[in-house]
């Protein structure tokens, strides 16, 4: 499975905002103290995610980021979408006519990966950040 540096840490540094943004904006020189993500990095992250409507900044000497909405209703999915990252378990590209053999044909695990692809999204649909932030349990419910 590959989810890179950006989305991962655009989960972390929305999660801090959330935790950190409740009484006004948040720096993003303060959450690249608190979480250890480089300040030219978070920037890159949050021009994208406000790009997309996750976040809005404000100017001047208070000024910062604050969530658009709350973080009940900002899944981590949303996060991910924004800054252009796909979770991806395939080794297939989608965007090629060959299949995952090099041919016309699928691998024999082709359908495992994409069902696993589709696991992860719907989980990803469901946690929120204050799932995140209030610490909810994710462990995986035991099979029947």
Not at 3 to 13: D, E, N, S, W
Not at 18 to 40: D, F, N, T
Not at 84 to 92: F, K, S
Request: proline fraction near 2%; charged fraction near 20%.
């Amino acid at each position: 499975m590959k989810l890179t540096a950006k989305g991962r840490y655009a989960v972390m540094a929305v999660a801090d905002l959330a935790k950190h943004g409740q009484s006004g904006p948040v720096s993003l020189s303060e959450i690249s103290l608190r979480q250890g993500i480089s300040l030219s990095f978070l920037e890159q992250i949050f021009g994208r995610l406000r790009k997309a409507g996750v976040v809005q900044s404000s100017r001047g000497a208070k000024g910062g980021y604050t969530l658009t909405d709350p973080a009940s209703a900002v899944t981590l999915d949303r996060i991910i979408a924004a800054v252009d990252e796909q979770v991806r378990a395939h080794g297939c590209d989608p965007a090629k006519r060959a299949g995952c053999t090099g041919t016309n044909s699928k691998c024999l695990t082709h359908d495992l990966w994409g069902a696993l692809e589709s696991h992860i999204g719907e989980f990803l649909a469901r946690v929120t950040v204050a799932d995140v932030v209030e610490g909810k349990s994710f462990a995986l419910e035991a099979a029947e």
